[in-house]
Structures are given as structure tokens and as C-alpha cells.
């Protein structure tokens, strides 16, 4: 069972996504960036340190939300979300086939890894009770 955290990073009403590269895992499908946690590693030190390596963004996590586990065919795992901020929009592509900002009404309009589906909804149920 993989250790995986994931950020919704928010600027300006806005966002972040990423869309995974034809030689990942699950090619195409839209993600929430982030990465394995190392042996030893803190969630929330994981996350950040993801972003940075991943999208050379800086980050600070705000709240955690549910963890989700899920069973692809051929892996497993499990997967803790943090919503974050951020004080710039500024990334760099370095793994992923894209990555946008964008509403979050419009979340669902995007193929997304399966894992990731829980976590978008509920992100939407919070946003609506705000």
C-alpha cells in the first residue's frame, strides 16, 4: 500500500491541477500534485516538499482533508489531501503533461485518476458551505 499526499493549491480563487504524462501510471488522467511519502516522513513535510520538487512551487499547508484508499488493478494506495496556499501562480513543468489553474466549479469537468474523485467532491461540498 503506497503512502501518497496530494495539495489543492488555491491563488486567487483559483485552483491548481496537473494532468499526468503518457509514461505515468494512469497516462492523462487529472491530478491534485503530490507524491510518496518517504520512510519516516511527516504528511504535511511530504506535501510540500512534492510541490517543490515537482512544480518548484512554494506552499503552506491550511487544513487536511479525508484520506481516501483505493485499489487500481495493479497498485494500491492511499492517499492524504491538504488544501494549501500559495503567494505566486508561477510553476515550472517538470513531470506532468499540463497543469492549470482553474475554477473549482469546474472540477468536475476534467478526467480525473480515480483516487482523486473523493477528494474533488469533497473539496466542492466545502467551498459550497463557505
Not at 516522513?41 to 481516501?68: A, F, G, M, Y
Amino acid at each position: 500500500m503506497l503512502r501518497v499526499t496530494c495539495a489543492i493549491i488555491e491563488f486567487n480563487q483559483k485552483v491548481l491541477i496537473a494532468q499526468r504524462n503518457q509514461n505515468m501510471l494512469l497516462p492523462y488522467k487529472w491530478e491534485f500534485p503530490g507524491g510518496k511519502v518517504e520512510r519516516g516522513e511527516q504528511d504535511e513535510v511530504c506535501i510540500v516538499r512534492e510541490v517543490k520538487e515537482e512544480l518548484n512551487l512554494n506552499i503552506e499547508v491550511q487544513s487536511r482533508l479525508t484520506p481516501v484508499t483505493h485499489h487500481y488493478d495493479t497498485f494500491s494506495l492511499e492517499l492524504f489531501p491538504f488544501i494549501c496556499s500559495t503567494t505566486s501562480r508561477e510553476f515550472e513543468l517538470k513531470e506532468h503533461a499540463q497543469v492549470l489553474w482553474v475554477d473549482s466549479q469546474d472540477l468536475l469537468n476534467y478526467d480525473w485518476a480515480e483516487a482523486d474523485i473523493p477528494i474533488v467532491k469533497e473539496y466542492l461540498e466545502l467551498k459550497l458551505e463557505e
